[in-house]
């Protein structure tokens, strides 16, 4: 499962109603083939872009929700060796909203030794 | 501006208005246990700052929703559907011995639950124990399979609790020999086997 972090307000959150109709649902575990979680995926990056810099980066990258499938399913398989019980899971992605913008920084500067020093 | 507030709301009848906070009650994922920076990042965040604290999120999770600050009625239609569920006593119905398991990121104070809306996710892994020092007593999946079915039904867990994700990048476009099937599984895993069983299709 990839875990993707929302860093948004509050106020914000709860009106793009993807955290449940009043922002109080902030972890989402959806499958990977949901239209919901493109649009998490897209506010997740959209919130990252608008930090003047970020301290450690989160990785975009995106996989079909075909091939997760079949990444999950390959893994069961290997596990158990049982074709039927590794068939019946499927690949979710978790959304988290965080609402203290951990990775935000206020100035570029910081941000850049952030990254530094987290590359180290 | 556009005035939005449906004023007739108080005048609508109480079941009418019961049903409208119920709708309102959030559908949550029910956290087993704290998750770790990296070790839910994968190999690509392996010994790397992460992007986020991640605890606040999960303390949020586990508070009382929205509605239970609204008004007296959408806190009575709250407290109906959901509850406190209270680390340090025995839950109700109390669950076989065999599905009881706890680890060092369990979590560790009160939290909130709506059996009705909520699914249940674990996010242990054996990366938990190996790389960070943090044991776990019991079974996690099948305390997974049977929290499942105290609750709404869903249950999810990480991908790398079946795989170790410092070992191997997992391909996903390989086949795997079919012949896998007529060996049987490993005895440490057949625990596994037997609680994914139990998990709601």
Redesign the interface.
């Known amino acids: 499962m990839k875990v993707v972090i929302v860093h948004l307000d509050l106020a914000r959150a709860t009106k793009t109603g993807l955290f449940g109709l009043s922002g109080d649902a902030p972890v989402q575990v959806l499958d990977a083939a949901s239209p919901l979680a493109s649009q998490l995926y897209e506010l997740a990056e959209a919130c990252e872009r608008e930090a003047v810099s970020v301290t450690a980066a989160q990785d975009f990258t995106r996989m079909s929700a075909n091939d997760m499938d079949a990444m999950v399913q390959r893994v069961a398989f290997k596990n158990l060796h049982n074709r039927e019980l590794s068939m019946r899971m499927r690949a979710a992605i978790m959304f988290r909203l965080c609402t203290k913008m951990c990775n935000h920084s206020n100035t570029l500067e910081e941000g850049i030794t952030g990254s530094a020093v987290s590359n180290q | 501006m556009l005035d939005d507030t449906f004023h007739p709301f108080p005048r609508l009848p109480t079941e009418l208005r019961e049903e409208i906070w119920r709708l309102?009650l959030?559908?949550?994922?029910s956290?087993m246990d704290y998750?770790y920076g990296w070790l839910?990042?994968?190999l690509?965040?392996y010994g790397?700052?992460?992007?986020?604290?991640?605890r606040?999120?999960?303390d949020?999770?586990g508070?009382p929703?929205?509605?239970t600050r609204v008004c007296v009625e959408s806190r009575r239609v709250t407290y109906r559907s959901g509850n406190w569920v209270s680390v340090l006593e025995t839950q109700s119905p109390e669950p076989p011995d065999d599905a009881w398991w706890e680890a060092a990121n369990s979590i560790d104070g009160d939290y909130w639950q709506d059996p009705l809306r909520d699914?249940i996710?674990l996010h242990w892994t054996k990366e938990y124990e190996v790389e960070i020092w943090y044991p776990d007593v019991g079974h996690p999946l099948t305390s997974l399979a049977w929290e499942s079915k105290r609750l709404s039904g869903s249950a999810?867990?990480?991908?790398h609790y079946?795989?170790s994700f410092l070992m191997e990048r997992?391909?996903?476009?390989?086949p795997?020999s079919?012949l896998?099937?007529?060996?049987?599984?490993f005895d440490f895993?057949q625990e596994?086997?037997v609680a994914?069983?139990l998990?709601p299709?």
């Open positions: 309102c959030p559908h949550r994922v956290e998750p839910i990042g994968g690509e965040a790397k700052e992460f992007p986020c604290s991640l606040s999120t999960s949020s999770n508070r929703p929205l509605l699914s996710h999810s867990f990480m991908l079946m795989t997992e391909p996903y476009d390989r795997v079919h896998l099937e007529d060996i049987p599984v895993k596994d086997f994914l069983r998990l299709q």
